[in-house]
C-alpha cells in the first residue's frame, strides 16, 4: 500500500521506517522537496522509501498521516486538502502550545469543547479523519511490547470503514485490541490525555509507559 | 479519626459510609443541618454517623473531603474556609460543566492552564488541599477489587505531609500504590481525563473500570 507521512519529526519518522518496515511504499512530506532530514531518512529506510513536498505526498499516499506540530497541522492540511479528497486522513497530532512553558497546556482554541482532530476533519469534508496513535510516545506506537505487558491504542472518526482499515494498520504495528472510542469529537479525550501524559513520562523517567483501561 | 464529607450525593455518601465502617467518626454536610438525604444517610449508616451544614462539618473534620458538583464546590469551600485553617482538605470533585449537554464538557475556567484543586487551593491559603479519587466512580473510589486486576490511583498537592496522610487513607481503602504526581497543578491532568472517562463509560456499559499505567 502507499502511504503519505506528512511531518519529518520524531514521530513522522518513527511511523515511516515502520511502514516500510512492513513493506510499504512511503513518501516522507516536509515543506521543501529536498528537506535534509527527509533525504536523510530515505538513504537509510532503503527501498520503499521516497520523500516530496506535503502536496507530493498528499497525492502520493492512499492513506496519509499527519504527524505535525499541533500549532502548524491545519495550516498544512488545508494547503493540501483538495489532494487528500476521497483518502483516509490519519491524525497523530496533539495541538499542544509549545508556545508556552512545560509541561505545554494544549491550545486554548482546540480543547475541552474541540479538538485538533475535529477541525482536521471540519478541513477535509471529502476525507475520513481518523485519530489515533496521539497517545503514546512515537516509540511505542510502533512497538507496543516496548510497554510491558498489554496496553491500550484509542481510535476516533466519524467513517467505520476507514477505522475498520486504519484498525488493520495499527494490527500491523502491534496493536492487538485498538479501542474505538467513537465519533472524532471522542478525539477530546484522547488529546486531553496529554497533561496527566506529561506529568506521568517526568514521574517514571521513561516515554515507554501506556495507559490500559481495566474492568 | 473525625472525617467531615462535604456533599451528599452518590460520592460523598459512598467515602463517607467507607469510612463509618473504617471505625471513624464521619459527619456528612449539606446546605441545611436537617437534610433529609444525610439523615436517611445518618440511620443507615449507624454508630460514627453524624450530619450538620457545611460550617458544622468543616469544624468538625480533622480532614475534610469536598465531594460536590464542580460549580458549586467553590463557593461552599470558600464560605467555611476560616473553619478549614490547618486542616486537610481532599478535593474529590470534578469541574465539570452540567449545564452542557452530555458527555459534559469541563467548566471553560476550570481546564488546561487551571483546574479546580487548584482554585480550591487559593481560596484555602492555610489548608493543605490534596486532589484524588476524582478519576474513578464513587463505587470504585471505596472497593478498588470492583475493577479486575490492578489499576491506578493519582494523588496531586503542594504538601508531602498531607499527602502521605491522605495516602494512608486511600490504603485503607485498597488503594496499594497510589501515584503522587506532584504538586496540585498536577490535579489539570486527572481532572482533564474525564471527557475519556465518561466515553469509556458509554462504551464499556458500566463505571466500574479504572486506568493502569504500564511500564
Chains 1, 2 share one sequence.
Not at 516530496?52 to 497525492?59: E, K, R, V, Y
Not at 495541538?95 to 482536521?120: C, I, Q, R, W, Y
Request: proline share 4%.
Amino acid at each position: 500500500m502507499r502511504f503519505g507521512i506528512q511531518g519529518t519529526g520524531m514521530v513522522g519518522k518513527a511511523i515511516a521506517t515502520k511502514l516500510v518496515a512492513l513493506g510499504h511504499e512511503v513518501k516522507l512530506g516536509s515543506r521543501e522537496a529536498d528537506n535534509a532530514e527527509a533525504a536523510a531518512w530515505v538513504k537509510s529506510a532503503g527501498r520503499g522509501a521516497s520523500q516530496g513536498t506535503f502536496a507530493d505526498t498528499a497525492t502520493f499516499g492512499e492513506m496519509v498521516f499527519v504527524c505535525l506540530r499541533g500549532d502548524v497541522s491545519l495550516s498544512v492540511v488545508k494547503s493540501v486538502a483538495a489532494k487528500l479528497k476521497g483518502k483516509i486522513v490519519v491524525d497523530v497530532s496533539n495541538p499542544l502550545d509549545v508556545s508556552k512553558g512545560m509541561p505545554f497546556p494544549l491550545l486554548a482554541s482546540l480543547v475541552n469543547t474541540n479538538s485538533l482532530g475535529e477541525e482536521t476533519q471540519k478541513l477535509l469534508p471529502e476525507s475520513s479523519v481518523v485519530k489515533t496513535l496521539n497517545t503514546v510516545n512515537c516509540e511505542v506506537m510502533v512497538n507496543p511490547s516496548l510497554v510491558k505487558g498489554e496496553s491500550d491504542i484509542f481510535i476516533s472518526g466519524n467513517d467505520p470503514g476507514a477505522k475498520k482499515k486504519v484498525i488493520e494498520v495499527l494490527r500491523s504495528f502491534g496493536w492487538k485490541n485498538p479501542i474505538d472510542l467513537g465519533d472524532i469529537t471522542t478525539a477530546r479525550g484522547t488529546e486531553m490525555l496529554m497533561p496527566i501524559w506529561m506529568r506521568l513520562y517526568g514521574l517514571l523517567g521513561t516515554p515507554h509507559f501506556n495507559f490500559r483501561i481495566v474492568k
